[in-house]
């Protein structure tokens, strides 16, 4: 019995490996039927299976896709969001805050110091009244402009050169427009043409280049009127003789005073009986009326020389490289499309000053000169 266990003892491990051996074999036997079997077989086997399954209750509807669909679209384009306003509360930030305190001597009480509304004129805690906030513009590119106006205008705020353009080609920088508080982005709003407009010189006084010189009567009870050119040394375009009504100009028309005889009257006027004398007498004086083809009109009298005609002055526009306007009362000049009227020139001061409308908003303006 012991030389049996002692045998066994000595070979455990050769048992071991034939009792492993056996098992293998036997797992083998088993699997060889299923090698054996045809694959395709069996997915046709179950598929058909799947198929034959029918659903407890037919009348429940398909799922509706179209809400997934659309939260696929969205996470694939999410939308933009809004710049978020500092100044109002929403879901990504809330209403901007300031300290409740009191104003500078506005108020005896004692502020209490709690977070208000930034706009609050009046504490809602306390009854404190709060000072007026001071806005603090922003200017990124330290163009003059502030970033708020940029933005609004549709200019660049991290770019200072569009300070110095004109976008309405207006004749005004977006610079200037900012400062006028116009619309840079509209070329009818800009700032007054008139504020660039300055008086050069002094008055100056006008007289008329001809002189009444005397009437025949005519059939018809009318006149032939002659009147004589100043400063013409020539006989033959010196003297013009015209009817009441016409033009005085030269019989060949090359020269052309640019009035035209309205009236002939005779008036008694009384002058010195004779040089020095202080005794008046009457005599019958001829008078003429006559039209500027601009419509403003003078009475001469017969001989008279030297007719003041209208006080004028020069107007300078600075703009566009400098334009000079010779005005008097009831001239119209035009700035770039915009027509003024002349009302008034008078002196203040010691200084003219001249009395300029906008014809189209009946806007008026003095321009004082130096």
């Given at each position: 019995m012991a030389a049996k266990e002692n045998f066994l003892k000595s070979h455990w491990e050769l048992f071991v490996t034939l009792a492993g051996?056996?098992?293998l074999g036997g797992a083998a036997a088993l699997l060889v039927p299923e090698l054996g079997h045809d694959a395709d077989a069996a997915v046709a086997e179950q598929e058909s299976e799947l198929k034959a399954i029918k659903p407890a209750h037919d009348s429940v509807a398909a799922a509706d896709l179209a809400v997934l669909e659309a939260s696929l679209k969205l996470v694939k384009t999410p939308p933009a969001l809004a710049e978020v306003d500092p100044k109002k509360a929403s879901f990504l930030a809330s209403e901007r805050r300031i300290l409740c305190r009191a104003g500078e001597g506005i108020d005896p009480k004692k502020a209490c110091g709690k977070p208000i509304a930034a706009a609050s004129t009046e504490c809602p805690f306390c009854g404190t009244k709060q000072p007026a906030l001071v806005?603090?513009?922003?200017?990124?590119?330290?163009?003059?402009l502030p970033n708020?106006?940029?933005?609004k205008y549709a200019f660049n705020k991290d770019d200072a050169s569009d300070a110095a353009q004109d976008a309405d080609k207006d004749g005004f920088t977006n610079l200037e427009e900012?400062?006028?508080k116009t619309d840079p982005r509209d070329p009818k709003s800009h700032p007054d043409y008139l504020d660039y407009v300055s008086v050069q010189g002094a008055y100056k006084q006008?007289?008329?280049?001809f002189y009444f010189k005397q009437a025949n009567p005519m059939p018809g009870n009318t006149f032939r009127l002659t009147f004589q050119r100043l400063g013409v040394k020539s006989k033959f375009d010196s003297t013009f003789a015209v009817k009441v009504g016409e033009p005085i100009k030269s019989?060949?028309?090359k020269v052309d005073t640019g009035y035209t005889a309205k009236a002939y009257n005779v008036k008694d006027v009384e002058v010195p009986a004779y040089k020095g004398s202080k005794m008046m007498k009457k005599i019958k004086v001829g008078f003429v009326d006559i039209e500027r083809k601009d419509g403003k009109t003078?009475?001469?009298r017969e001989n008279d020389r030297n007719i003041p005609v209208e006080t004028e002055i020069e107007l300078v526009f600075s703009r566009d490289g400098g334009k000079t306007f010779t005005v008097s009362t009831g001239s119209v000049f035009e700035i770039r499309g915009s027509?003024?009227?002349v009302l008034k020139l008078e002196t203040k001061g010691g200084k003219p000053a001249v009395t300029v409308e906008d014809v189209a908003a009946k806007k008026q303006k003095i321009i004082q000169g130096a």
């Open positions: 051996l056996a098992a806005k603090v513009e922003i200017d990124s590119d330290h163009d003059g708020d106006w940029e933005i900012y400062e006028a006008t007289f008329l280049k019989a060949d028309g003078l009475t001469i027509k003024y009227r």
